[in-house]
């Protein structure tokens, strides 16, 4: 097995980094928050020969799981997280695509739920789940120690955090699940999120305005 290498595929008109996280020797890997363009998914896979074990899902707003169900159909394979408290927004993004003027929006039924202290893997790269509220109820970022990297979707960004004004957002608890989950981590942990560039924990600790 080789190293951890990731991939990121803007989708949606949101501009959200579906991320095709692979083994550099062997070439499987994992495709998180496939939220539209699928077609464009599967060549990305395809010209880089790529193998998707499975749909890893970070929470359920549209522009991450809105494609899921067709890219699971394309492939075969099986659809992961997030945290239940994300059902009714997954039982919902047909009727969240209508309200954006996006088409071809399915409704998410994950194969398996996930929830704190649960680890999901593909080959040797083992991620734990942390459940973090805030920006949606059931919101999960993956975490892969040995890799010193997290996948915090919309938790965090560089420079910002997860808006709280949607269905079941909650500014107190986003702040917590960052305090008290995400920069406990360490200064070095290295992370990909759901918009724009990533960062690392350190940096975002001492220079981001909502945390300090
Ligand atoms: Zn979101
Ligand atoms: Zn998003």
Same mark, same amino acid.
């Given at each position: 097995?080789?190293?951890?290498?990731?991939?990121?595929?803007?989708? &949606? $008109?949101?501009?959200?980094?579906?991320?095709?996280?692979?083994?550099?020797?062997?070439?499987?890997?994992?495709?998180?928050?496939?939220?539209?363009?699928?077609?464009? !998914?599967? *060549?990305?896979?395809?010209?880089?020969?790529?193998?998707?074990?499975?749909?890893?899902?970070?929470?359920?707003? !549209?522009? #991450?799981?809105?494609?899921?169900?067709?890219? %699971?159909?394309?492939?075969?394979?099986?659809?992961?997280? $997030?945290?239940?408290?994300?059902?009714?927004?997954? =039982?919902?993004?047909?009727?969240?695509? *209508?309200?954006?003027?996006?088409?071809?929006?399915?409704?998410?039924? $994950?194969?398996?739920?996930?929830?704190?202290?649960?680890?999901?893997?593909?080959?040797?790269?083992?991620?734990?789940?942390? #459940?973090?509220?805030?920006?949606?109820?059931?919101?999960?970022?993956?975490?892969?120690?040995?890799?010193?990297?997290? #996948?915090?979707? =919309?938790?965090?960004?560089?420079? *910002?955090?997860?808006? &709280?004004?949607?269905?079941?957002?909650?500014?107190?608890?986003?702040?917590?699940?960052? %305090?008290? %989950?995400?920069?406990?981590?360490?200064?070095? !942990?290295?992370? !990909?999120?759901? #918009?724009? $560039?990533? *960062?690392?924990?350190?940096?975002?600790?001492?220079?981001?305005?909502?945390?300090?």
């Amino acid at each position: 097995m080789g190293q951890l290498n990731a991939g990121i595929v803007p989708v &949606t $008109p949101f501009q959200q980094n579906c991320t095709i996280l692979f083994d550099m020797d062997d070439r499987n890997g994992v495709v998180v928050d496939p939220g539209g363009d699928v077609d464009q !998914i599967l *060549s990305v896979l395809k010209d880089n020969a790529i193998t998707a074990g499975a749909i890893w899902i970070t929470h359920g707003h !549209i522009d #991450h799981a809105g494609g899921a169900m067709d890219l %699971k159909d394309a492939l075969g394979i099986d659809i992961i997280g $997030p945290h239940a408290a994300d059902k009714l927004l997954l =039982d919902n993004l047909e009727n969240q695509g *209508s309200r954006y003027g996006i088409a071809g929006v399915r409704n998410c039924v $994950p194969d398996r739920f996930l929830a704190e202290g649960d680890t999901v893997s593909f080959g040797n790269h083992t991620f734990e789940v942390l #459940h973090c509220p805030g920006h949606a109820p059931g919101h999960v970022v993956y975490y892969n120690r040995a890799a010193k990297f997290a #996948h915090v979707g =919309d938790v965090l960004f560089r420079g *910002s955090v997860g808006r &709280t004004d949607l269905p079941g957002g909650d500014h107190a608890a986003l702040i917590a699940s960052i %305090k008290e %989950k995400l920069l406990p981590l360490g200064d070095d !942990i290295g992370f !990909i999120c759901g #918009h724009g $560039p990533g *960062s690392r924990f350190g940096d975002e600790r001492r220079t981001n305005p909502f945390l300090t």
